[in-house]
T-cell receptor, first 114, second 114 residues
Framework: DAMVIQNPRYQVTQFGKPVTLSCSQT?????MYWYQQKSSQAPKLLFH???????NEADTPDNFQSRRPNTSFCFLDIRSPGLGDAAMYLC?????????????FGAGSRLTVL | AQSVTQPDIHITVSEGASLELRCNYS??????LFWYVQSPGQGLQLLLK??????LVQGIKGFEAEFKRSQSSFNLRKPSVHWSDAAEYFC????????????FGRGTSLIVHP
């Protein structure tokens, strides 16, 4: 089945130690998103790629970076994780064309910062 | 810009009882409307969507939602809740012009009592 796969599902890191989360998709969608979700809150969009075009949300901290080396893969890099960065990180994809934009989500990567 | 309100943070129902989760949106025209469900520790899954046409839409897992333009609402319903329906439910609204990224509500947590 076509899907969105996130790795790792669980990541434990130390304060200040860089972390990379990955996302791959077999849907051939041209848009990929990274969301941060803290407990019992709505997902918060960090940034997204429309094809190769990177779009950063205005309030996304500089500590968060992203790479999309090809259509199928996207990475979230947290350069110096703080305690406040502990959260679930959700990757999503969509096919941007005419009509509504339906997002397909991965299962998420839960980050713990010690 | 569009916005969405889910006025109930938590809803508790007994198994077998009916369910209605509320969602109100703000947008200058007819929006695209979505309901997503998130089980604990998982990503979001699309339950149903409204684009146009019949205002009563059917989704997966026995859920339905009704678009009411006069009330700017898109409430989610299920006639008989199962214990496995316990999850977080997110309403989202998408614009027909401008930004293609849907805006999520803060979510409603559904608790099901046996």
């Amino acid at each position: 089945d076509a899907m969105v796969i996130q790795n790792p599902r669980y990541q434990v890191t130390q304060f200040g130690k860089p972390v990379t989360l990955s996302c791959s998709q077999t849907l051939n969608h041209n848009v990929m998103y990274w969301y941060q979700q803290k407990s019992s809150q709505a997902p918060k969009l960090l940034f997204h790629y429309y094809d190769k075009d990177f779009n950063n949300e205005a309030d996304t901290p500089d500590n968060f970076q992203s790479r999309r080396p090809n259509t199928s893969f996207c990475f979230l890099d947290i350069r110096s994780p703080g305690l406040g960065d502990a959260a679930m990180y959700l990757c999503a994809t969509s096919s941007r064309g005419t009509g509504a934009n339906v997002l397909t989500f991965g299962a998420g990567s839960r980050l713990t910062v010690l | 810009a569009q916005s969405v309100t889910q006025p109930d943070i938590h809803i508790t129902v007994s198994e077998g009882a009916s369910l209605e989760l509320r969602c109100n949106y703000s947008y200058g025209a007819t929006p695209y409307l979505f309901w997503y469900v998130q089980s604990p520790g998982q990503g979001l899954q699309l339950l149903l969507k409204y684009f146009s046409g019949d205002t009563l839409v059917q989704g997966i897992k026995g859920f339905e939602a009704e678009f009411k333009r006069s009330q700017s609402s898109f409430n989610l319903r299920k006639p008989s809740v199962h214990w496995s329906d316990a999850a977080e439910y997110f309403c989202a609204v998408g614009a027909r012009g401008g930004s293609y990224i849907p805006t999520f509500g803060r979510g409603t947590s559904l608790i099901v009592h046996p």
